[in-house]
């Protein structure tokens, strides 16, 4: 199995920047991608970035204010880079990886993101 743990996350005012950061172990074979997602109460949980291969994909919402980099040379870790948040960016994060050796995601516990106005 995969285990995913995220760091990073917290409050800060609205234009300010914090840096998610997501660790992986366990059988870390066959990754398909590894990606950010978000949640709100009441809403699906929606993709922020993915990487997957050698494509990198936002959500509208993102671009251009965030950016996912990943370990290439551990492969264990996926940060996501957040600038310019706005109170809307306020929600509980989560990291996701897929594998093919497993044919299943994983995903980590959260870490929440409160940006205030």
């Known amino acids: 199995q995969v285990q995913l743990v995220e760091s990073g996350g917290g409050l800060v005012q609205a234009g300010g920047s914090l840096r998610l950061s997501c660790a992986a172990s366990?059988?870390?074979?066959?990754?398909?991608?590894v990606g950010w997602y978000r949640q709100v109460p009441g809403n699906e949980r929606e993709l922020v970035a993915r990487?997957?291969?050698?494509?990198?994909?936002y959500a509208d919402y993102v671009e251009g204010r965030f950016t996912i980099s990943r370990d290439s040379a551990k492969n264990t870790t996926v940060d996501l880079q957040m600038n310019s948040l706005k109170p809307e960016d306020t929600a509980v994060y989560y990291c996701n990886l897929y594998s093919w050796y497993f044919g299943s995601s994983f995903w980590g516990q959260g870490t929440q993101v409160t940006v205030s106005s």
């Open positions: 366990g059988r870390t074979v066959g990754i398909h991608s």
């Open positions: 990487i997957s291969g050698g494509t990198t994909e």
